[in-house]
């Protein structure tokens, strides 16, 4: 079983930069990823790395702005945010599929972080 305990997050303003930091312990998950919640709107995909060979995914909202990355020997994975936007504001969760390539669906994600807040004001 993964545990998965995020950290990072904070208020920043529009344009600022911030990193979020996924810890995982217990047995390792194909693919991880980090999904997103604003208030009032569902979960949603924001992007996810292959555990076996660093392919990485990104929802197009965020491509070219964020970047995902993994250390395996630390076991951690990571969020690297540039140019933040209002509508970046949400908690972000961390989550891990046994899937060698899970897709951008929840479902494929059986474990999840308690999720960090992230805040941009404008």
């Known amino acids: 079983q993964v545990q998965l305990v995020e950290s990072g997050g904070g208020l920043v303003q529009t344009g600022s930069s911030l990193g979020l930091s996924c810890a995982a312990s217990?047995?390792?998950?194909?693919?991880m990823a980090w999904f997103r919640q604003a208030p009032g709107k569902e979960r949603e995909f924001v992007a996810s790395?292959?555990?076996?060979?660093?392919?990485?995914d990104y929802a197009d909202s965020v491509k070219g702005r964020f970047t995902i990355s993994r250390n395996n020997i630390k076991n951690t994975l990571y969020l690297q945010m540039n140019s933040l936007k209002p509508d970046d504001t949400a908690v972000y969760y961390c989550?891990?599929?046994?899937?060698?390539?899970?897709?951008?669906?929840?479902?494929?994600?059986?474990?999840w972080g308690q999720g960090t807040q992230v805040t941009v004001s404008s």
């Open positions: 989550a891990s599929s046994p899937k060698l390539n899970a897709g951008w669906s929840s479902r494929d994600y059986t474990t």
């Open positions: 217990g047995r390792s998950a194909y693919t």
């Open positions: 790395i292959n555990w076996r060979d660093s392919t990485t």
